[in-house]
């Protein structure tokens, strides 16, 4: 089945073919490691996981490439708030952005290139830029020369008018042009800097991601993704880098943009943000529901972020976990992926379809009657969830996740439960019931079932 995808660059949904089938090249924009992210930024790395899943199925030999900015101003400006080495405040967000992503089930990348790893790259590709006429120095600044690039401006579709008076409004006295921006800039002894051809400085924020996907991928990659926000000036700025670096060549061949979060019709701003903290969010939700809420609407669509759209993915999930565990009886390891759930994430990552397709598929397994039919709808039900990266855990471990609070503890839970087992037996109903409400206060339900009593957390 073809990969079709929507390609920002054109406007149109295309068929993905590779340029090497045997080396496809992704890229995707990562974290400026300063603070922590919001829910917001979490939804590029949860769809495009999705993305990375599908295409290893078709190519096996991807090679994904997600990149961390760890220079920036924003880094600086904490470093000095906190008094600290500016690797202190990027150690730590990045270890806390790996550790969230995987809690979201988001796999690695296969490269992760840091920024100031890539300092050489980065000065080398600035060379090349001003010896083929498209950079300037300028008082220890270099700056890409907008007027030397015809196509600037075409994926974002900005009139170069427009562009220029949005960024007159602060103009440098040493740019030539308006639009032109910042590849390298100079450093005070304050702040980090590195030896280059225009003094001791540092790069700007564009330059880093075209020097590292070069270095990683290739001069031309085949898909970068990020979200819609990045498109200008981010994606325009590193075409223009790259194409004009690598002698016209083309920079990317499929741009994939997601959409962003709403909150109740309001913009991320920075109350907000306190609220929908993606590490809070992870320790007061199961971190499934989180990836399982930021999968629900397609990724080029805008998605309406809420408590309520949370709580509704954990009802579904506990409904297909409810499945799961009605045919625990039956191994059919990672299941089997069927042309119904390819057809949908082939069509442009359709995931509201693929979910669909999900809770038919569980209600299959739901009607099934022979072992047979249960056998081969919890194969599909799960191979399908493999590519979505949900229902991966054992349906007790996700009954028994307590949504927040401290972590309950399970042999002292199953020892009240036996106990409670054993007072019902001597028919001591009131002390099996004051056990029942003791495991209640400590935030656990029993359920009498005819294969025996179970838990979960009362939350749940
Ligand atoms: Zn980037």
Known sequence: M?????NSLTRRTEDFVPADPQRVTMYLCGPTVYNYVHIGNARGPVVFDVLTRLLRRHYPRLVFARN???????????AQEQGVP???ITDKYAAIYRQDMGRLGVAPPDVEPHATGHIDEIIAMIGQLIAGGHAYAAEGHVLFSVASYADYGKLSRRPVDEMIAGARIDVAPYKRDPGDFVLWKPSTPQQPGWASPWGVGRPGWHIECSAMAAAHLGETIDIHAGGNDLMFPHHENEIAQSTCAHGGRIFARYWLHNGMLDFGGAKMSKSLGNVCVLHELLDKYPPEALRYALLSAHYRQPLDWSDALVEQSIRTLDRL??????LVDIDVGTGTVTPEIEAALCDDLNTPEALAVIARLAGEARAAATDDARRSAKAALLGAA???GILQQDPEAWFKQAAGGPALDEAEIQRLVDRRVAEKKARNFAEADRIREQLLAMGVVIEDTAQGPRWKAANR
């Not at 961390?68 to 904490?78: G, R, Y």
């Not at 976990?321 to 009605?326: A, I, M, N, Q, S």
């Open 386 to 388: 493999g590519l979505l």
């Open 321 to 326: 976990y409810g499945t799961l565990r009605g």
């Open 86 to 88: 500016i690797t202190t």
């Open 2 to 6: 073809p990969l079709r995808f929507h």
């Open 68 to 78: 961390i900015t760890d220079v920036d101003d924003k880094i600086n400006a904490a």
